[in-house]
């Protein structure tokens, strides 16, 4: 963790805050490599149950590629450790959940950070763009999957055109699941994320996997309930849980 990432504990949840508020919250090769490495280090955490994904500041989220590092030559790149963390973030491919707190705008690698969430609260004055055309770019970090979260014909118009969406439009795409006032983003996406970690760590990494797949690669989804099913449902957490219920009793997980 460097100084770009300041990271604090609530219970089983780890809060990650983008904090480059004066380079609006751009993504330089510091800002990835300690995200690449926060998000390894939860996952291997088995007591961190869910992550929410903020950054400081009021108006910005993430402006996405710091393009003065990149106008250099210096190019956005972290570690083989840190950029691993960061990719498998981008690809929502994290085994722990992951809340996005959108506290101002997101665009380029700022909204590409949001769709690797597996869920996003927003800011009521945020606004949501991939205007990487605009720079003679495409937004390769995972934004060109965005028709995968929206309608394909919209996905197409903001991939093309460059503009953003405002939050109460994202939110009718399902983009967003939830719009707050500004001040109170934080404490919903921590609310979620805390409701989240109440469930069983083994049962959410297999929904997430799955309900991702299922949108993205079916047949792949089918192979891989297959054999989550068998490792799942005969767990230690699957016996746990049924025990709880009976006893009318709260779960103690244990991941395994």
Known sequence: MTGELVTERHGAVLIMRLNRPDARNALNAALIDAIGRTVTGAENDPQIRAIVLTAAGDR???SGMDLREFA??????????GMAGFNRLLQGELTVPVVGAANGTAVGGGLELLLGCDVIV???????GL???KRGLYPAGGGTAIGTRIPLAVALEMTMTGNPVEARRAYELGL????TPPEQVLDA?????ESIAENAPLGLAAVKELVRLGVTDPARAARRNKELQRSVFSSEDAKE???????RRKPVWKGR
Do not use: D, H, R
């Open 189 to 193: 996406a921590l609310g979620l994320a």
């Open 241 to 247: 849980g049924a025990a709880a219920f009976m006893e």
């Open 60 to 62: 910005i989220f993430c």
């Open 131 to 133: 205007p990487e055309v």
């Open 72 to 81: 250099s030559g210096g190019g956005a790149i972290g570690s083989p450790e």
């Open 122 to 128: 927003a800011a009521e004055t945020a606004k949501f």
């Open 176 to 179: 967003v699941n939830a719009v």
